[in-house]
């Protein structure tokens, strides 16, 4: 079983929607999350890092993180065109200097005009 | 924005031939790290730094060999390019102190060994 899952989809929606993307992860070492956007054939371009349970929004963005349950989500408001890419949930640990991060596989979202 | 650069962008090279892929990063970071990742799969850590002169080797084996003698660069270098070593490569860093654990990645390259 691997550390962190994620549903590979593809996620189809219209735009405007709200879009909700899942992670969950089996490490309860893990300190921090992020959550990266990467664009096909592009470098991985981080969108939310938080390091608690709870919510965190930036724009039409919401992190959520369930620590108890191991459980992290990422919400996308008012879904664009421009939104469709593969979304990467991405918990870390920082252990004797080592700062290790564990990536998912990701989810592939797709927003039809 | 984060300004981490990786050149080429596209390599394709034949069997046999050493390359070099070249990370520049000018946001100061003392930690980088060379990540592999092929379509559809996680991406895996195949060295990290965490400073000058300081190369370690990350979870996943690999045949590639890092340096660092300036704290902005982070080259890779494969010695003999074989089709097993056809990947993407991605370079990111992070500046690691105060908590701040954000990785930022380049564009990446995409490397084909025929």
Redesign the interface.
């Known amino acids: 079983q691997k550390e962190v899952e994620q549903d590979p989809g593809p996620l189809s929606v219209p735009e405007g929607a709200i879009v909700s993307l899942n992670c969950t992860y089996s490490n309860s070492a893990f300190q921090y999350f992020m959550w990266y956007r990467q664009y096909s054939r592009k470098g991985p371009e981080l969108l939310m890092y938080t390091y608690s349970s709870g919510n965190k929004e930036d724009g039409r963005f919401t992190a959520q993180v369930d620590k108890s349950s191991k459980y992290i989500s990422l919400f996308i408001r008012d879904s664009q065109p421009s939104d469709s890419a593969t979304y990467l949930c991405a918990p870390g640990v920082n252990s004797g200097g080592y700062q290790k991060v564990t990536f998912g596989t990701g989810t592939k979202l797709q927003v039809i005009p | 924005e984060?300004d981490i650069y990786?050149t080429p962008r596209y390599l394709v090279i034949g069997t046999g031939k050493k390359i070099t892929l070249e990370c520049s990063q000018t946001m100061g970071h003392d930690?980088m790290y060379w990540y592999q990742q092929d379509p559809?799969?996680?991406?895996h850590?195949i060295h990290?730094s965490?400073g000058v002169n300081s190369t370690e080797k990350g979870d996943l084996s690999s045949e590639s060999t890092v340096s660092r003698i300036r704290t902005e660069h982070f080259p890779l270098t494969l010695e003999s390019a074989r089709p097993s070593h056809t990947s993407?490569y991605?370079c990111a860093s992070?500046d690691?102190s105060g908590?701040k654990?954000?990785?930022?990645?380049?564009?990446?390259t995409?490397l084909t060994v025929t």
């Open positions: 984060a990786q930690k559809g799969m996680e991406l850590l990290y965490y993407q991605l992070s690691g908590g654990n954000e990785q930022y990645f380049g564009p990446g995409r």
